[in-house]
Each structure stands twice: as C-alpha cells, then as structure tokens.
C-alpha cells in the first residue's frame, strides 16, 4: 500500500511503501534527507493497523454489495 509520512525533521510528506516499511527498509526525506524508518518494536503495531484497515475495507465492500 503506498502512503505517505510527514518528515519528523522538516515536515515534507515523504512517500512510502507500507509492505517495504514493515520489512524494515528506511526512506529518505527529498527535502532534508532525513531517514524515517520503523524500529523493530513498532512493527507488529503498524502491522496490526494495516490488518484492521484490510477487514475495515472488506466490509465497506460487503456493505456496498448488499445495498
Ligand atoms: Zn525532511
């Protein structure tokens, strides 16, 4: 899923592959170059986020589906 993330340095919006971030890879601001990245702690949060947005989506197609 691509998205994107607020530099923490300068505040330029940075883009993002969210599958690549959970693998633990880091990106780069265009702006400053400041890296953003994961630490390994927060992955199975963010991971869990991305699984309750999946089944938040699925329903929204159900729903449209049904009415
Ligand atoms: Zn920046």
Do not use: W
Request: overall charge positive.
């Amino acid at each position: 899923m691509k998205t994107a993330i607020p530099c923490p340095n300068c505040g330029t919006e940075i883009p993002i592959e969210t599958d690549t971030l959970l693998k633990g890879s880091r990106f780069c601001c265009g702006h400053c170059g400041a890296s953003v990245g994961l630490c390994a702690g927060s992955r199975p949060v963010v991971s869990k986020a991305l699984n309750a947005f999946d089944t938040l989506k699925r329903q929204t197609r159900q729903y449209r589906t049904e009415h």
